[in-house]
């Protein structure tokens, strides 16, 4: 039997709510989408710091950027939110 990660206690398979300390199972955000919105996290740094210096040209050109790999990861996000590789996280 599955166990879980909270408090260690063992959860029938087809439980969604554990019965130790009640966290729910939830569809966990698979790693590939957190790495893909971390890449754009620098180029909103970039963009800020252009923003503060009023160079709005700098500002224009990192927005593509941001909202591209933003974008791709929303679209990761629900590709693979269905699929078995992204897994079932416990939340409490
Ligand atoms: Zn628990």
């Not at 439980?15 to 300390?21: K, L, V």
């Not at 957190?34 to 180029?43: D, H, Q, R």
């Not at 210096?53 to 941001?66: A, E, S």
């Not at 992204?86 to 409490?92: F, K, L, M, S, V």
């Amino acid at each position: 039997m599955p166990q879980c990660p909270h408090c260690m206690t063992e959860i029938p398979p087809d439980a969604t709510i554990c019965t130790g300390c009640g966290a729910r199972q939830g569809a966990a955000i698979p790693k590939t989408v957190i790495f893909v919105g971390a890449l754009s996290l620098p180029f909103i740094l970039i963009a800020f710091n252009f923003l503060f210096r009023g160079d709005f040209i700098g500002v224009l050109v990192m927005l593509p950027l941001i909202a591209m790999f933003l974008g791709l990861a929303a679209v990761l996000f629900f590709v693979l939110r269905g699929k078995k590789s992204g897994g079932q996280a416990w939340y409490r």
